[in-house]
């Protein structure tokens, strides 16, 4: 069983940055193959936004490429999503995903708002 915590969402202008953070609990860290963020917007269906492997690769969405950078600490038990220059469009809940021996396991959400 693994338990995930997101925090970091918020209100943000266009142009402007959020980091979001989600906490693993329940496993040990590095046993876990891959995590990674999604997003669900109004109306739409949920998206990959960035993901990593247990080996460091990372996966983006192309419309986050070069926006977004995905990264995990292992001592923290912690994976990252750094959004840098935010769009309207990235408005959406995100969500922390983690994979772990063929088990699919979700955060609660945490909504991102951009907008002036």
């Known amino acids: 069983q693994v338990q995930l915590v997101e925090s970091g969402g918020g209100l943000v202008q266009p142009g402007g940055s959020l980091r979001l953070s989600c906490a693993a609990s329940g496993t040990v860290f590095f046993r876990i193959n891959m995590m990674g963020w999604y997003r669900r917007a109004p109306g739409k269906e949920r998206e990959l936004v960035a993901r990593?492997?247990?080996?460091?690769?990372?996966t983006y969405a192309e419309s986050e490429k070069g926006r977004f950078s995905i990264s995990r600490d292992n001592v923290k038990n912690t994976v990252y999503l750094e959004m840098n220059n935010l769009k309207p469009e990235d408005t959406a809940v995100y969500y922390c995903h983690v994979l772990l021996n063929g088990v699919n396991y979700w955060g609660q959400g945490t909504q991102v708002t951009v907008s002036s």
């Open positions: 990593i492997l247990r080996d460091g690769t990372t």
